[in-house]
T-cell receptor, first 111, second 112 residues
């Protein structure tokens, strides 16, 4: 399957802790994107990292990309209750004209 | 304006009905997408339009018919749907293919 694998499938942590989600993929990519989805709503784009980049930051979010291992991680620091959501990685594979979404990680932040 | 709008928010239809979902963006994006999403699953790509032309059809049954009347609008015409088609239908747009996508809030479709 071209789909990415994400782990863990579900993650529950206390408010204030850091949350790390991982994404692995199988084919060469043009870029990799992370999205957040609150329950039953549309997805929100978080970060896009290109294949020649290794790390990107946006506020409390940090994304890394290791193309040799075909993997990426999303770190959310100092988590808040509002971070409770599903997080998806999406791969823009070389030669394709579409994103392929991973299975997602359901993150729960406990107050 | 960085918003993608979708109407209606909810839709209940019988298997013999014909209905349409609408999507609109005013960001000047040249790529637009339809996704189907089941509960606790990732979005599943259905169709991609690039410069108002159908670029990708992911082997979607013909009871789903997309239409792109102009660069800002995307429709999904529904006819003779099955109960298993009940899902959240998401529209998205991006400046070009493979760029970051902006999603609408979705239409929750129930087929009875």
């Amino acid at each position: 399957s071209q789909q990415g694998e994400e782990d863990p499938q579900a993650l529950s942590i206390q408010e204030g802790e850091n949350a790390t989600m991982n994404c692995s993929y199988k084919t060469s990519i043009n870029n990799l994107q992370w999205y957040r989805q609150n329950s039953g709503r549309g997805l929100v784009h978080l970060i896009l990292i290109r294949s020649n980049e290794r790390e990107k930051h946006s506020g409390r979010l940090r994304v890394t990309l290791d193309t040799s291992k075909k993997s990426s991680s999303l770190l959310i620091t100092a988590s808040r209750a509002a971070d409770t959501a599903s997080y998806f990685c999406a791969m823009a594979t070389e030669g394709a004209q579409k994103l392929v979404f991973g299975q997602g990680t359901r993150l729960t932040i406990n107050p | 304006d960085t918003e993608v709008t979708q109407t209606p928010k909810h839709l209940v239809m019988g298997m013999t009905n014909k209905k349409s979902l609408k999507c609109e963006q005013h960001m000047g994006h040249r790529a637009m997408y339809w996704y189907k999403q089941k509960a606790k699953k990732p979005p599943e790509l259905m169709f991609v339009y690039s410069y108002e032309k159908l670029s990708i059809n992911e082997s979607v049954p013909s009871r789903f018919s997309p239409e792109c009347p102009n660069s800002s609008l995307l429709n999904l015409h529904l006819h003779a749907l099955q109960p298993e088609d009940s899902a959240l239908y998401l529209c998205a747009s991006s400046q070009f293919l493979l760029y970051e996508q902006y999603f609408g809030p979705g239409t929750r479709l129930t087929v009875t």
